[in-house]
């Protein structure tokens, strides 16, 4: 029985630990990895997702540092910096990443496919038009997309340019 609860605690632990690591990538070095969510709806809910998960795994973590055969005032303590640091995530985002034109607040206006890969038909190039839930500022990018499954896709800027053997045709 110990075994299995030990090992259970420290797969608990390790998922807090992912959690807490994906926030912030996210929101420190989201736009420089180009995956993405294909539902837009999911992607706009996404970000209020993490912070929770983050948070909740924060809190976790100080759960999981009570013992019981601590003095009882630092596992008070324990209990306590826990929902205070649990806040930690709440407060950058509310606070800051919020208002940043992020990918998390980039509300995706208007999106027209150019061209489809004939080889792959998961494979797009296609101009994005976008604006920035705080700021109002607009933007419009030429993009290639290429769906890894059903739920991610994986988009990177691009320049067209004139190929003459190309496996390219145009959207209709």
Known sequence: MGKISRSSINAVRFLCLAFIVWFCLYFFFGERFSIEFTDRIFASWFPQIL???????????????????????????????????????????????????????????????????KLNKDEFVKIIHSKCEKSREERSDTIISKQITRFLELNNPVKIQKAEKADWTVAK
């Open 51 to 117: 912070v929770f998960l983050a948070a909740a795994s924060i809190y976790g973590l100080f759960i999981l540092a009570i013992r019981s055969y601590r003095k009882k005032w630092i596992n008070i303590l324990l209990f306590l910096a826990g929902f205070i640091f649990a806040l930690l995530p709440f407060l950058a985002y509310h606070g800051y990443f919020q208002y940043q034109c992020g990918i998390w607040n980039r509300e995706i206006m208007h999106e027209k496919i150019l061209y489809i890969n």
